[in-house]
Structures are given as C-alpha cells and as structure tokens.
C-alpha cells in the first residue's frame, strides 16, 4: 500500500531523487493562508477509475521580500487525514499554484491563489477511512542544493500550517432500478428490484452497500415530478426488491440520500406500460 509522506505534494519540488532527506536550515517565514476553499465547498466525490480534479482557492499572505518562485521556494495548500503529527494520507497539486496579488503594504503581500488537487483513486486512496473528513493545511518549503561529480550538498526547509479548514471525500454510488412484469395488466402486482453498490478504493470495484435505506419513486407518464411510494432497506450484496399495484403508465426509480462517506446516487427511470 502506497503512503504518501506530508509535503510530497509538491511533485518532486522538496526532494532531489537519490539523496537523502535533507535537514532544515533557514528560519522559517510568517505566512498566512486564509479564505481556503476547497472544491467549491461541496463533497468531493471519486468512483473507481478516472481522476477527479478538485479546485482548491485560498489567499495567501507573505512578507514582501519573501519571493515564491517555484523553483527553490513553494508554497501549496494540501489536503491531509489524521494530523500533522501522525498523518494517515495527503492529496495535493501536481503543478504548482497560481497567485495574484491583491493587496501590498510596507511589509507584506497578499495573493489570491488557485490551485488544482487531482484525486486518482488507483494512486492515493487506499481504503475505507480515506472516504471521510479532511483537512486543509498550508505549506511552505525551500530547497537549495548543489550537485556535481566532486560535491553534493542539500538543505530544505519545510513548514506547515494546519486546520485551515476542511472537506468531505465520498465514496461514488450507483443505483439501479428493474420493474417487472412489463407490460403489466392494471391493478396487478408489480416487483421492483435494484442494487445499490459504491465504490470500494481497496480492489478498485463496485461492491453492495448493505443496510441502506433506498426510497422507490413513481413518476407518472405525462408528469415531470417523482414522488415516494416506499422505503426499501439494501440487502445481500446491496440488492433492493418491493412490489406496488400498478395502477397507471408511468417510470419507477430508486433513489439514495446518501451517508457522511458515500454520495447520493438516482437510478435512471424505468418505464411501465398498464395495460
């Protein structure tokens, strides 16, 4: 299992391949990151293939001869579960952030920054505590080195600023929705069936959410609102099965509210001819 260290965010920014880590030397500056936003606000939700790209704004406020140039000096939002001390995993950019300043006073300069964080659940999601709350952390680093045949030196130094804020990771659901008998003659019994699975990070599969409650809807043909008709809990590998009279044309559908680690999801419809 892949386990990324807090800072390799920065995309290979912080370290020099083959050498060893380096130890902290310069002071470390004030900044101060503020206004973090990420993704808009909302659950950031990943399946089991595709990366997700989360938007993540923020301002960022440094003193005025301090020069971020993405070269040897960084500085990124990154996204962490656990705590800095003991942190369980990271998401952060690949390509480094881009700022406008805004505001300048004899001492300091305040940028507004935009960032892009990809999530691939094949390479930073491992299992069933990533789906859950994160929190935002700024960090700040400084690398110089030099390398040649006859000498090597590194130094770096690294900092971190942490609760900035928070953000939900959900695991994506499906949801499915078969009616049978079709055609059906009115006033018979119709069955409804469904399975409501979600992604599983571990093997890279949908697997049954079991134990969830699933709403069944109705939408009349002719109609463009659902209503409820019933509840159904997921059984056995996620599958839901109810049965309704049926008394008119019209689309079944099931659809799930969601939990704190999973995503809402709605089946597609499923059109019944009364006879």
């Given at each position: 299992?892949?386990?990324?260290?807090?800072?390799?965010?920065?995309?290979?920014?912080?370290?020099?391949?083959?050498?060893?880590?380096?130890?902290?030397?310069?002071?470390?500056?004030?900044?101060?990151f503020s206004g973090v936003t990420v993704n808009k606000g909302k659950a950031i939700v990943v399946g089991t293939t595709g990366t997700v790209n989360v938007p993540v704004t923020y301002n960022l406020t440094r003193?005025?001869?301090?020069?971020?140039?993405?070269?040897?000096?960084?500085?990124?939002?990154?996204?962490?579960?656990?705590?800095?001390?003991?942190?369980?995993?990271?998401?952060?950019?690949?390509?480094?952030?881009?700022?406008?300043?805004?505001?300048?006073?004899?001492?300091?300069?305040?940028?507004?920054?935009?960032?892009?964080?990809?999530?691939?659940?094949?390479?930073?999601?491992?299992?069933?505590?990533?789906?859950?709350?994160?929190?935002?952390?700024?960090?700040?680093?400084?690398?110089?080195?030099?390398?040649?045949?006859?000498?090597?030196?590194?130094?770096?130094?690294?900092?971190?600023?942490?609760?900035?804020?928070?953000?939900?990771?959900?695991?994506?659901?499906?949801?499915?929705?078969?009616?049978?008998?079709?055609?059906?003659?009115?006033?018979?019994?119709?069955?409804?069936?469904?399975?409501?699975?979600?992604?599983?990070?571990?093997?890279?599969?949908?697997?049954?959410?079991?134990?969830?409650?699933?709403?069944?809807?109705?939408?009349?043909?002719?109609?463009?609102?659902?209503?409820?008709?019933?509840?159904?809990?997921?059984?056995?590998?996620?599958?839901?099965?109810?049965?309704?009279?049926?008394?008119?044309?019209?689309?079944?559908?099931?659809?799930?509210?969601?939990?704190?680690?999973?995503?809402?999801?709605?089946?597609?419809?499923?059109?019944?001819?009364?006879?």
């Open positions: 299992m892949k386990k990324l260290a807090i800072g390799a965010a920065l995309t290979g920014a912080l370290a020099l391949t083959g050498l060893a880590a380096p130890v902290a030397s310069a002071a470390t500056p004030s900044l101060v003193p005025a001869d301090l020069v971020i140039d993405n070269k040897k000096t960084f500085a990124a939002v990154v996204l962490y579960r656990g705590s800095l001390k003991s942190v369980d995993n990271e998401l952060g950019p690949e390509v480094m952030p881009t700022c406008t300043t805004t505001a300048t006073t004899a001492t300091t300069v305040t940028q507004r920054c935009t960032e892009t964080i990809p999530v691939s659940p094949r390479d930073y999601l491992y299992e069933a505590a990533d789906a859950g709350t994160w929190k935002a952390a700024g960090v700040y680093a400084h690398m110089d080195s030099t390398v040649s045949d006859d000498f090597l030196s590194s130094e770096t130094n690294m900092a971190m600023w942490g609760n900035l804020t928070t953000a939900k990771v959900q695991r994506a659901a499906k949801l499915t929705t078969d009616a049978t008998p079709e055609p059906v003659k009115k006033g018979k019994t119709l069955t409804v069936k469904g399975a409501l699975t979600r992604a599983n990070w571990a093997n890279g599969k949908y697997s049954g959410y079991v134990g969830q409650t699933a709403t069944l809807q109705f939408r009349a043909k002719g109609s463009s609102t659902y209503k409820n008709v019933k509840t159904v809990k997921s059984g056995t590998a996620g599958a839901l099965s109810t049965t309704v009279k049926a008394n008119a044309d019209g689309y079944y559908r099931y659809t799930f509210a969601g939990t704190s680690t999973t995503a809402a999801a709605t089946a597609a419809g499923d059109y019944v001819d009364v006879k």
